[in-house]
C-alpha cells in the first residue's frame, strides 16, 4: 500500500519543531514532503496572498503552503498545527492560534493534517492520539509514535544546548544522521546574543543570512536554543505584575535576564531580529532596549520585511560591530593603564 | 488618593462610577486628542497596536492633573493587551512620571471574582468595612454600563433619522451628562425612560427608509470617537442606521459568562473560527453572518493597524465569507496617521455601493428584509424601532 504523504510548510514553527514532528509522523507511516527552503518566488507568492498588514512569517508560511500545493498535486494531507498553548502559562501568538483557520479557506488546499496542542485543556498525548486519528491510527500506536518523537526531540534539544547551531542539527535531521556537534573553530573575542523568533533567526533567505555576515566579521553568536535549562525555570513578572504570558517571548526575556545579572560579562551585545508587524515583539523589545539601556549593553533591532535590503542591514550590521569593538578597545585600554599603574 | 483609567469613549461614565463609590476621587483624563495622541506615538513602540498610544497618551494627562493611582484592565493573553498596563508604566516611569502607583485590574475571567480583592486594594480599607459600598459601587457601575450600551443603540438608530442635522449628538451628550450625575437608585431605575422620552422628542422623519449597517471590530477603536473618526455620526449623518452590539456591557457581561447573544455569534463562527484567539475575532465573523443572514446592506469592520485578532477576522472574511454570504464590507484600520479626507471618501463611496445594491435587490424580489423582521437585535433595539414608527 502505498503511504500517505503529508506535506509540511518549512515556515514558522518547523524552526522549533521540525524534529518532533517529523519524527512522530515517520512513525505514524507517513511520506513527508518538505517544501524548499524560502526563496524569492514563495516570498512573492506569500506576500501575493496575505495583505499588508500580516507579518512577513505569515506571508512566508503562506507562499510555502501554495508551493506545497503546486509543485505536489498528490498530497493527502497538509500538515498545518494549531499551537495554543504548550506550557500551563503561557500562549502563543494569536496568528498561531488561528493558523489552520486561515489556511483551510485557501483555494485547492488538501486536507490539514491538525495537530492541535493546548496543555491548557489536555495533555500534548492526547493530541497526538487525535493527530494519528485523522491518519487511520489506533491510540496505542499513536501514543507509541508520540513517545518515540519525544525521546527524539528532547535528544535534539539537548543538542543544542551542547552549543549545535540550529540550522546545522535541523539539517542532521532532515538527512537521518546522528547528532554530533561540527569541530570547534577558534573562539572569536566577540559574542553577540540574537534573539528574536525561530522563523526569523534561521530562515537565511528572508534575513538575508545575516549570520554569515556576523561570522565574516569575526564575531561569534549565541541563540536562545543554545542556553543551559536553569536559565528558563522561573517565570518573567513584567514590572513585579504582569506574568508574562506568550511562550516564546518568555524565553527571550529569561535569556535577557540572564544576561542582565549573572550572565552580564558572557555577551558584548545583543541583535533582537523583529519581523514587521509583529505584535508581540512590538511589546517585548521595547521593555528589552530599555532594560539595554539601563545596564549599557549594546542593543540592536532590525525590523525585517519583504522590502528589507542588504546594504542596509550590512551597514547596520557593521556599524554595529565596529561600536562594540570600539568599545572593547576602550576598555582593554583602560584595564591596561589601570594594570601599569599597579606595577609602579 | 486620586484615581484615574483611560476612558474609552464614552464608558468613563461607568468608571468613574464604579471608583467614586468606593469612597476614591476620579481624575478624568483628557478625552482623546491630538496633543495626546502625539505624546503617545512618542513615547510608544513604534508598531504596537494604536490604542496603546492614545490611552498613554490620556493617562499623561490624567497624571499631570494631579492624578496618584492607575488603575488599568489586563489580562492574561493571548493578545497585546495584557502587557499595556506594565509596558505603559515603564514609559511613564522613564518619562519622568515616577510618583505614581498602578493597579492592575484583571478581566481575564470576571467569574473568578479576583477583581474583588483590587477593588478593596484601590478603596485602601479592610474588606469587611466597605461592603455596602462595595455592592453600590458594582450594582451602579454595570446599571450605567447598560445604560451606556441603550443609548449608543437609540442613538444608532435615530440618526439616521433626524430632521437636523445635529439633533441626535445633542441628545446623547444630554443624556452621558444626566447619566453621569444620576447617583441614586431610583434614578438610576428610571433612567431607561429618561432615555426613551429625550430621544421621543427628537424631530425625526420616519418615512426614511435608511440602510442598515452592522459594525463592529476591536473594542477601544470602536468605542473611541477620537481614533475612529467618529465613524459612527458620519455614517449616521449619511443616512445610515447603525447596529452596533459592541459595548463595554457586552464586553463585561461576556467576561460574567452570561453573554447569551455573544455565544450565539460564537455558534455561528465556529466552522470558521473555532476559538477566541483574542481582540474580537471570533464575534467579528460571528456578527458578519448574523447581520448577512438578516439582510442588512452592509458591515463595517474597524481595527487598529496590524491588530492580530481582527486581522484574521478580516482574512477570513475577505478569503471566504463575502463569496458565501455577499455581505458588502468595508474595513478601516486605524492609527496615528489616518486621515479624515481619504476616509470621507472611502464611506461615502461604500454608501453609495450599499444603496446601489439595494435598489437592485429591491428590482429582484426582497427575501428577507429587516423592516419585517421584528425580533432582530436586542430587546432595545426593537423597542428603539418601535419608537421610531410611533412617533
Ligand atoms: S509572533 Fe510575531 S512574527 Fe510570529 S506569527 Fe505572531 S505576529 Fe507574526
Ligand atoms: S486585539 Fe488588537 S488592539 Fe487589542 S491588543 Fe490585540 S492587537 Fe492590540
Redesign the pocket.
Known sequence: MNKLKVGIPRA?HFYRYFPFWKKILEEMDVEIVLSPLTNKKIVEKGVQQGFGE?????KI?YGHVLNLITNHQDLDFIFVPRYIAEVKDAY?????LSLPDVIKILPNIPKILNFEVNVKEFPISYSAVELGKQLGLSRSRSLEAYNRAKNYYNQYLSFLKEGAPVNYALRLVNRNIPFKLPKQKTQNDIRLLLLG?G??LFDTFINLDFQKKLSDRQVDVLTIENMPESVFKTPVIVNNKLRNY?R??EEIMQAIRYFLTEGRNEIDGVIFL??F?????SLISELIMRDMKVVGLPYLAIIMDEHSGEAGMLTRIESFVDMIKRKKKKIELKFQQEKSKIKV | MRATFPRMGTSWVAFKTLIENLGVEVVLPEPANRELVKFGVKHSPEFVCFPFKPTLGELKSALDKGADTIIMAIDCGPCRFGFYASVQERILRDAGYDKFRLIPLDQADLLNFQWVQTLFKISGKSSFSLYPKFVKSVLYFLKKAKYLEDIQTAEGIFRAYERNQGDTTKIVNSLLHKLDETNTNKGLREFRSVIKNDFEHLDIDKTRKPLKVGLAGEIYISLEPYVNLDIRRKLGEMGVEIYQCLSLWDWIAHKFHLNYHRKWLEHLAKPYMPMDIGGECVWVIGQYIDNAKAGFDGFVHSYPFTC?PEVTARTIITNKLKGIYDLPIIYFSFDEQSGIEGFRTRLEAFVDLMRGRRTKKKNETIKSSIHSNNNYGSHFYQECLKLVQQS
Not at chain 1, 54 to 58: D, F, K, Q, R, W
Open positions: 514558522l500580516l507579518c512577513i512569517p505569515m508560511y502563543f501568538c494569536p496568528k498561531f523568533h522563523y526569523n506568550w516564546h517571548e523583529i519581523s508587524a509583529c505584535g508581540p515583539d | 492580530m
